[in-house]
């Protein structure tokens, strides 16, 4: 990563990073793709607070090309299988530093850009080899969550103090990344002090919730997705 720890383009495959790697189709219409608004909200921030977000696929396809034009991204590689070429390309193209770009991927084929990059995230259901090759899995999946988690702690460790000591000699980790694992850690530490928390509680709403289905009663729930 950058002396100055600051990642300046996230580059991102499509399918099985924005979309959860499954396709639905038929014999009489067209595939679809499934993905989540609170990824698409993730993305117009990122570009909202100066984060340069680029595409990088391996299909060659119109979906591609719509997918870029939902999320309003100018850069686009179509047929990209060399996705360690791709995004040299883009380093080329765009001016800016391999350690300042971090690049999202799932697959095996993602793993060569993976290593070289100032920072390589993999959400939790990638493959063995991204997995691998990934400075750091994420705790969200594919289409669920993942590239809204890889935004907020890019963005977390762009808004943390520039003077953050560096790291050991020697060490694998630059100092933003090492900040970046700090917020991991303290998130999962929350998350899992909650569950402690709250499970006595939930079981209890679940035993609640199931004696009163059994008995003939209604449930009604609401929920607010997006924004």
């Known amino acids: 990563m950058s002396q100055s720890g ?13 979309t959860d790697g499954t396709v639905v189709c038929s014999a009489e219409g067209p595939e679809h793709k499934r993905y989540s608004f609170r990824d698409v909200d993730a993305l117009f921030e990122a570009r909202r607070q100066g984060l340069v977000v680029a595409l990088a696929t391996g299909e060659n396809t119109t979906w591609a090309d719509s997918i870029a034009r939902r999320l309003e991204i100018d850069h686009l590689v179509k047929g990209a299988k060399d996705k360690l070429a791709a995004v040299t390309a883009l380093s080329g193209q765009l001016g800016i530093d391999l350690a300042e770009i971090c690049y999202l991927g799932d697959g095996p084929r993602d793993a060569p850009a993976l290593r070289v990059v100032g920072l390589g995230l993999a959400p939790a259901d990638a493959s063995p080899e991204a997995s691998a090759a990934a400075h750091h899995t994420l705790a969200a999946s ?70 009163l289905l059994a008995g003939g009663g209604k449930l009604a729930s609401f929920g607010c997705v997006g924004g």
């Open 6 to 18: 600051r990642i300046r383009l996230l580059v991102l495959d499509i399918d099985g990073v924005i």
């Open 142 to 211: 594919a289409g669920q969550g993942a590239v809204d988690e890889a935004v907020r702690l890019i963005l977390a460790a762009m808004d943390s103090p520039s003077d953050t000591p560096p790291v050991a000699s020697g060490s694998a980790m630059p100092d933003a990344e090492t900040t970046i694992f700090a917020i991991a850690e303290d998130s999962f530490a929350i998350q899992r002090a909650a569950v402690e928390t709250l499970a006595p509680r939930i079981a209890q709403a679940a035993d609640l919730i199931a004696e």
